[in-house]
């Protein structure tokens, strides 16, 4: 918990700070979390607690490939007889 608490103050900016913020801008959420993420790991892999090998060569590349997609495929219709047609770009 130490690491993740010194890890989210660490991600404030001094402007931030300024206003009185004590939590990031939630439009930060994805960047903050992946690099909290990536703290905790790297303190999992030293103390020797990961129960994931080899660890990846690049721990915030990993973290941020672990985050829920949030975007969705787009839904359209070309059919004469429907109104839907999958896109899945």
């Known amino acids: 918990m130490l690491i ?3 890890t989210l103050a660490s991600t404030l900016k001094e ?3 300024s206003l009185g913020r004590v939590y990031p801008p939630l439009q930060n ?3 903050v979390s ?3 993420a990536t703290a905790v ?3 999992v892999y030293n103390t ?3 129960t994931v090998h080899p660890k990846p060569t690049n721990m915030m590349k990993f973290m941020l490939r672990q985050q829920y997609d949030v975007s969705y495929p787009t839904y359209t219709s070309s ?3 429907t109104h839907l047609v999958i896109d899945s770009k």
Do not use: M
Request: without cysteine; hydrophobic residues 45%.
């Open 4 to 6: 993740a608490a010194k």
């Open 15 to 17: 402007e931030e700070l």
């Open 29 to 31: 959420i994805r960047d």
């Open 34 to 36: 992946a690099t909290i």
């Open 41 to 43: 790991a790297e303190d």
């Open 48 to 50: 020797g607690l990961a």
């Open 79 to 81: 059919h004469p007889n």
